[in-house]
């Protein structure tokens, strides 16, 4: 019964303790009060450690109590503790660890890459209120890891929100110092949020070198907005197939504060000690014990190499199936793709999209320059028709169409596609105010009729049928001599010419989809032009599809097209045009191109002109029909008959308007 009292006491004193200093500090953790559980555990000499060294391991360790974060409106924190990671292999690490600011003691959780933090189901949901500095020795593709030796900033889930490779910067020079966070070595790391500011800023260095005056990250974070009013701080650990033991020798935590140094001195070793049994010294003893020794080593070494070679071979399996054999040139290896983006290192991102991320690279083997894509493709049973499309998209050729060099299957549905690089990036950037430098009327043009002829090759030219279905400003890409390239067949569609396209499913980008999409579904040439007329409209005005500074004398909506087309009907459709064109424009080419995007932008697809009458616009061959100012008009009698009957051609809807000028042409 008394036990019972003193421990209830103990537990109030911590809570009162907690509630009005918040702040402790373990110069190595002999008789400390902490919440350890799974693998971790105080060793006799005073380190905390965080794993039992074993696969699959899971540790956790928290301050007993939670600690009230909100008392004050602009809460502020400082941690710093000194780590050491013992790898079971010298060059391979065993997962990581993290410091964690928690809800609860955490109880849903998976090893290995999860870090014991999150699970499958419950990655980046924000109602886990967690946020957490890893240090992390694997690279995981799946949370966009930097490389296998960094340092990140989690909230809710493990694809950090800033990291950087492990490392500290010098205060004399500001030089940047790499750190391997499996050395053995201990290392120093320091945790500090600014609430008044919102700067969270994370510092490392090695154990006894002052605190660098650079951090290695500093982010602006609100944690007021992710974080509950009490929460547990402490440190979750796991491990993979191959293990790591992770250390801590000392731990100091102030709220509303900067935390102290720690005493070095204080600390416990790290380094493991060994005092074999007294043993009588028999001269056999003398011959056998080092024999069995070499024997020993030459088997441990011969178990590291091959296991080294196992992760190797793991690191950078592929996924090569029968039917692919015929596909060998178009094959990369994804050694050489991550070697030529240094291990797909943020420095060397390009940008994201809905389809992946896309790299930057130098290929090994030849230096060329790539841009690398990294899609998942889940479906298993499409993936050879995907594939087989690849191939196939592989094989167009034309100076408007970026080129599909090639790809690479990794397991788990990763595919890898690699393309042409394009030192100017996408026009958006150039259209939209992105980028500094602005293109002049020339070059719009030249692009415009660029994209034109690549679209009537996809169209017309090649051997089959190419249904792009993602025609926009952002998938045009510009090469060195600012040439437009129509590129990102992510959502293209072959087909064998006079076929009927069977697509039930709408795709495309919100502001470039033709009406009869979303009634139909079928992508089709038509489909395509809509989607190239935005793009011409985009050219001229300098405007997104949908901008909701748009406004019309009308009713009709915020639309680019409704918009240049207000302006066509009352005559001033030249008011328009980007005003950082100035004057400084060839007017009957703008014109050209206007009309050109309001005739491929009808309601009615049988209306639009076809690729191949878009070139003979341009070139001047066939002249441009006259738009009278109720081009645009359809009314509802006259489409609900086009919708009863899509493939029978309307020539009683446009007779007066424009049937001998864009429709005699012949698609």
């Not at 389809?355 to 930057?360: A, E, L, P, S």
């Not at 009634?519 to 190239?532: C, E, I, L, N, P």
Request: glycine share 8%; charged share 20%; with cysteine.
């Amino acid at each position: 019964m008394s036990t019972i009292v003193i421990s209830l006491a103990f537990i109030l004193l911590l809570k009162t303790v907690a509630s009005y200093n918040e702040s402790f500090i373990f110069n190595g953790f002999n008789h400390s009060y902490l919440i350890v559980d799974e693998g971790a555990v105080i060793t006799s000499d005073g380190r905390l450690g965080l794993s039992g060294n074993r696969n699959l391991q899971v540790g956790h360790v928290f301050w007993p109590t939670p600690l009230r974060f909100k008392d004050s409106p602009s809460f502020s924190f400082s941690t710093t503790f000194v780590f050491a990671i013992v790898p079971e292999y010298s060059d391979l690490g065993g997962q990581g660890f993290a410091f964690v600011l928690s809800p609860t003691t955490i109880t849903n959780y998976l090893p290995a890459q999860y870090l014991g933090l999150f699970n499958e189901t419950n990655m980046g949901n924000p109602s886990n209120h967690i946020v957490a500095v890893e240090l992390d020795t694997i690279f995981n593709a799946e949370f966009g890891d930097i490389d296998d030796n960094h340092v990140g900033i989690d909230v809710n889930g493990l694809r950090s929100i800033e990291s950087h490779t492990a490392g500290y910067f010098t205060s004399q020079d500001g030089m940047f110092h790499i750190l391997s966070l499996i050395s053995g070595n201990p290392m120093q790391l320091w945790v500090e949020y600014d609430g008044t500011n919102a700067q969270f800023n994370v510092t490392l260095s090695p154990i006894g070198v002052p605190k660098p005056d650079i951090p290695l990250m500093s982010r602006t974070l609100n944690l007021s907005e992710l974080i509950l009013d009490s929460m547990y701080v402490g440190f979750s650990s796991s491990t993979g197939r191959v293990t790591s033991s992770y250390y801590i020798l000392g731990w100091r935590f102030k709220m509303n504060g900067k935390a102290k140094d720690l005493d070095l001195s204080k600390l416990p070793s790290v380094s493991y000690s060994y005092m074999p049994p007294k043993e009588k010294h028999h001269k056999s003893l003398k011959i056998v014990l080092p024999v069995t020794l070499s024997v020993v080593m030459v088997l441990l070494i011969v178990i590291a190499v091959v296991g080294i070679m196992v992760w190797r071979a793991n690191k950078f399996a592929e996924l090569l199936e029968d039917w692919e054999l015929g596909c060998r040139p178009s094959r990369f290896s994804y050694k050489d793709l991550y070697m030529a983006t240094k291990g797909f290192r943020e420095s060397e991102l390009l940008g994201k999209g809905g389809f992946g991320r896309v790299y930057k690279g130098v290929l090994p083997t030849d230096k060329r320059e790539v841009a690398i894509k990294r899609v998942s493709h889940e479906s298993r049973q499409g993936m050879k028709e995907f594939v087989a499309e690849i191939i196939s998209m592989g094989r167009l050729r034309h100076r408007n169409i970026v080129q599909l060099l090639g790809y690479c299957r990794r397991r788990r549905g990763e595919l890898l596609l690699v393309y042409e690089y394009m030192p100017n990036g996408s026009l958006d950037k150039f259209l939209f105010g992105g980028n500094n430098q602005s293109l002049n009327w020339s070059q719009r043009y030249h692009i415009a009729k660029g994209i034109a002829s690549g679209l009537f090759y996809l169209h017309g030219e090649w051997e089959k049928l190419v249904v792009h279905r993602d025609v926009k400003s952002s998938n045009v890409l510009l090469d060195s001599e600012m040439n437009g390239r129509l590129s990102d067949f992510g959502l293209a569609r072959i087909y064998d010419h006079g076929s009927d396209p069977n697509t039930t499913h709408m795709a495309g980008t919100l502001g470039y989809i033709a009406p009869e999409l979303t009634r139909t579904g079928k992508s089709t040439t038509a489909s395509d032009v809509f989607a190239f007329g935005i793009f011409l409209l985009e050219i001229v005005c300098g405007r997104k599809p949908t901008d909701p500074q748009l406004t019309t004398s009308t009713d009709e909506g915020v639309s680019l097209v409704n918009w240049v087309l207000d302006y066509w009907r009352r005559g001033v459709v030249m008011e328009t045009v980007d005003a950082r064109l100035g004057c400084d424009y060839v007017a009957d080419e703008v014109e050209l191109v206007l009309k050109l995007g309001l005739l491929c932008t009808h309601i009615v697809p049988l209306a639009r002109p076809s690729m191949r009458q878009v070139m003979q616009f341009f070139e001047g061959d066939v002249e441009l029909p006259h738009l009278s100012p109720d081009y645009m008009n359809v009314d509802s009698q006259e489409l609900e008959q086009y919708h009863q009957g899509f493939d029978v051609p309307l020539m009683s809807l446009h007779s007066s308007r424009m049937e001998e000028s864009v429709l005699s042409g012949g698609r």
